[in-house]
């Protein structure tokens, strides 16, 4: 038995990455960056708002959070859509009652079936992002590049026509992309994305035809992964934010240097009765730390210009 | 190893107790070890016959860039934090780091951190090499490290923990001294290899972070907990050895570091510990006890 030869060939392996999307680089040496605010640390609310068909699509994979009995799902249907309908609505009263703007991953077809929620959060002040058409339009390599670019389009539009604006960000369904999607997005004219997790602040992306910024928004931090994922409690979910925002702000103190902390929350997770006081509580007490402000990905990503 | 027998015969068979008791350094109950895992995960790696790099199509975003978060952010962060401690690093290595990204390899160099080959890349595997293949990913470790660093790597722990029956035969005929990946014990031992002398350098998979945090689901603060349990009762035993096995991708995480930080200052702050590196607890080892 042996391998092919070619399995012991390493064509890449030389200095720097093994493509050319960005350059290393080391956090901790990077020229600083400045917020809005002016603040050291930048909280990130990422919303993820989305619908899921009770026919879900598996190519080129089913989303988390879909469909999982057979037809007709009513267990999971409804429940996601009743993060929709109830605990968006929880969440958007917690980010005024803190006075925190935040940006929306919404699909498109939110803003196709329910226009009234795209009207309430514009008018709260808070960001939409690009988040795909609906539960079943996830991206893997694999996806016909015309699909994909009409993929991309048709989310863009339904935001638009609803909003009145071209979205500026894009987040794709479990940050799932294909090796065409970042040229497909910076072609479809996207300031920024917010799928790769390997950075603590925006940087730039080289698609190959232009960069696009790439506004990091950890999956780690994030609800689904927290709680959805290892099972722990909205209270600990708290207590591991609070932890996170206290070595985030320790660092950006001892470097004279700006952070980001993303907090990507979603309705049907945090929105729950027995949870949404758990991030309130955590909402009121960022929003009474001295060195943070809340902030959208698109005033974090602007920030590197 | 006994290629193709139920008993791979591995190792003789020593049971806990009635063993004397090793010795480490000034009265030392515990070696410790911290083992960080410095790692290069290729974004489009060829197949393996045996064993899929990735779980998803290519580009895996999700998995290369949080792989790659460690090397940008969380080596530095963990690293510091074990410096601020006293902790060196033993560092479980892909050694194209030394091509890819030598500024993170230099850094842990001159924290006086020890290297051992952990292969070339993690998203290429052993599985199904030949012998000629393997001696050359063998080789090529060995060249490799002592390019980048001038030190010559003692242990070895498989390339994502991918064998074949040859590897241990065949490290400890280079001259290694240790090999990471047994796990029947928490005490060095002999390995039966075809020449040479190759010990089990007690590693762990169950508290490991990748463990921690995705097998046993744990908060920072419980996998902080389990590592100050797993230390409090080797040190009372004593004559044993703790490693503490890590990736900077996990542990260096804005919500993990501090209570890891903790665990660091309760064991330097214990007393009983000799806080060390891989290579000098095999090295300890393989003078005081006969083969």
């Known amino acids: 038995m042996s391998l092919d030869p070619a399995y012991l060939d390493y064509p890449l392996r030389k200095r720097g990455m093994d493509h ?14 400045a917020w809005p605010s002016g603040k050291a640390v930048a909280v ?13 699509a598996d190519k080129p994979f089913r989303a988390p959070g879909h469909m999982v009995t057979p037809y007709p799902d009513y267990r999971h249907y409804t429940a996601r859509e009743y993060g929709t309908r109830v605990g968006f609505y929880r969440m958007l009263d917690a980010f005024a009652k803190v006075g925190a703007r935040v940006s929306v991953a919404a699909n498109g077809a939110i803003a196709e079936r329910y226009p009234q929620i795209i009207a309430d959060i514009l008018a709260d002040g808070h960001e939409i992002v690009a988040h795909s058409t609906d539960m079943n339009g996830t991206i893997a390599s694999g996806l016909p590049e015309d699909e994909e670019r009409a993929l991309i389009a048709a989310a863009l539009d339904a935001l638009e026509r609803v909003t009145g604006m071209r979205p500026r960000g894009w987040m794709s369904i479990a940050r799932s992309q294909s090796f065409n999607t970042p040229r497909l997005l910076a072609e479809a004219g996207l300031a920024y994305m917010a799928d790769w997790v390997n950075d603590e602040l925006p940087y730039r992306f080289e698609t190959g035809a232009g960069a696009i910024v790439n506004v990091p928004v950890n999956h780690e931090l994030s609800d689904r992964q927290i709680v959805t994922v290892q099972q722990q409690s909205a209270d600990s979910y708290v207590e591991q934010m609070m932890d996170a925002y206290a070595l985030i702000k320790s660092e950006a103190s001892a470097l004279g240097a700006s952070r980001m902390l993303p907090l990507n929350v979603t309705p049907y997770v945090m929105g729950l009765p027995y949870r949404i006081g758990a991030l309130e509580r955590l909402l009121g007490w960022l929003a009474n730390q001295d060195d943070a402000a809340f902030h959208s990905l698109s005033e974090i990503g602007a920030a590197l210009r | 190893m006994r290629e193709g027998e139920k008993d791979p015969g591995l190792y003789d068979f020593r049971p806990y107790r009635g063993r004397p008791k090793l010795a480490w350094p000034d009265g030392k109950q515990v070696a410790v070890w911290v083992s960080p895992n410095i790692e290069f995960y290729e974004l489009d790696p060829p197949a393996n016959p045996h064993r899929k790099s990735w779980p998803r199509p290519h580009p895996d975003v999700v998995g290369y860039s949080h792989r790659d978060y460690g090397n940008r952010v969380g080596h530095w962060r963990l690293a510091e934090a074990m410096s601020r401690h006293g902790f060196p690093g033993s560092v479980s290595l892909s050694v194209a780091m030394c091509q890819h990204l030598p500024e993170v390899v230099a850094d842990a160099a001159a924290r006086g951190w020890e290297f051992f080959s952990h292969g070339i890349y993690n998203t290429r595997y052993s599985y199904g090499m030949d012998e000629a293949q393997e001696r050359a990913l063998i080789e090529d470790s060995i060249r490799t490290v002592r390019e980048a660093t001038g030190q010559t790597i003692k242990g070895w722990l498989a390339p994502a923990l991918t064998h074949t029956p040859r590897t241990l035969d065949l490290i400890a005929e280079y001259g290694l001294s240790y090999t990471c990946d047994l796990y029947h014990d928490d005490q060095p031992g002999e390995v039966h290899v075809k020449s040479g002398r190759l010990i089990s350098m007690p590693y762990s998979l169950e508290v490991n ?20 349990r797993q230390y409090q009762r080797l040190a009372d035993e004593g004559g044993t050895v703790m490693c503490i096995p890590l990736h900077a991708y996990l542990i260096g995480q804005p919500h993990r570091i501090g209570p890891f930080e903790e665990v660091l200052r309760h064991i330097a702050a214990d007393g009983r510990a000799w806080i060390t590196r891989s290579g000098d607890i095999a090295d300890h080892y393989m003078q005081q006890v006969a083969a």
């Open chain 1, 44 to 56: 990130a609310i990422v919303v993820n708002l989305e619908w899921f068909p009770i026919l879900p």
């Open chain 2, 209 to 228: 972070d990748h463990y921690g945090f995705f097998v046993y689901n744990m908060s920072p603060r419980d996998y902080a907990d389990t590592l100050i």
């Open chain 1, 20 to 33: 050319g999307y960005y350059p290393y680089s080391n956090l901790f040496e990077r020229p600083p960056l």
